[in-house]
């Protein structure tokens, strides 16, 4: 059935089938995480930026929670892919062909990002958060005593935000491609943009300068690499349209 045909009724029923799909698959990827989890833990109670850390329990639960989180985090990551292709068939109806086979080549792109935020924030901007903290602890003559859900609650409040902010580029291109966002307008509404990602940075980092600014340097330049993307992506759209208008043109001189 054809995206303009199809009645509220139909996006309803459409939407819910596209969750339960992921729904099962994301339970699939839990079954992996939960089985998989003990083994990341121990490695990354063995990484260098851990060995300064004891991992204390001061909670009955909180082993039972450290190893869900795990769960649920590997299980986000098998899932993601799946998640962007659901979302890509819940609009692919209503657009063309040939957007349709652009727009699903988006989704190992997606995947890379994501997995590519999530490396940018592990390997570079987490060790450097660590190295401060334990530096300024030193500084400041105090023990370091942290639960071991400290620890680990902090590792997925670096990494986990930047998998998904690595995807404005991706987002960008696909609303430039659907008409709904222009190069103009992104450049227009520059300083708002990088005002909202300079509040998400002191969110994601400690009150600290040096590695609020390691993570609003890299959102910035992600920013400025969505613009130059959108301007490739409205480009094929105007010519996707002047090829349209060409056609119809075409057909009506043969009428």
């Known amino acids: 059935m054809a995206q303009n045909e199809m009645t509220i009724y139909d996006h309803i029923g459409e939407l819910r089938k596209r969750v339960i799909i992921i729904a099962v698959f994301f339970t699939a990827a839990m079954i992996i995480g939960l089985l998989a989890a003990p083994a990341l833990i121990t ?14 329990v001061f909670k009955l639960t909180d082993s039972l929670k450290l190893y869900m989180n795990f769960a649920f985090f590997i299980g986000l990551i098998l899932v993601f892919p799946v998640l962007l292709y659901q979302l890509w068939a819940f609009v692919s ?19 890379f990002l994501f997995l590519g935020g999530l ?5 570079i ?7 401060f903290l ?5 500084r400041l003559n105090l023990t370091e005593q942290y639960g071991v859900n400290d620890y680990f609650g902090f590792l997925f409040q670096i990494t986990i935000p930047f998998g998904f ?3 404005l580029p991706v987002v960008i291109m696909f609303l430039t491609r659907l008409g709904l966002v222009t190069p103009a307008w992104l450049r227009k509404i520059r300083k708002y943009a990088y005002f909202i990602l300079l509040v998400l940075a002191g969110f994601i980092t400690p009150p600290e300068i040096v590695s ?5 340097v890299p959102l910035f330049l992600l920013y400025e690499v969505s613009i130059v993307i959108s301007r490739f992506s409205y480009r094929k759209v105007l010519k996707a349209e002047q090829e349209k208008a060409e056609e119809w043109a075409e057909q009506d001189r043969r009428k």
């Open 125 to 131: 901007l987490f060790p450097n958060v660590i190295r």
């Open 43 to 56: 490695y990354l109670q063995n990484i260098p930026e851990a060995e300064s850390f004891p991992m204390n």
């Open 134 to 138: 334990s530096n300024l602890s030193d």
């Open 212 to 216: 609020h600014l390691m993570v609003t």
């Open 165 to 167: 902010l690595f995807q």
């Open 93 to 111: 109806p209503g657009l063309m062909e040939k957007e349709k086979k652009v727009t699903l080549g988006y989704i190992p792109i997606a995947t």
């Open 119 to 123: 490396a940018f924030a592990y390997f």
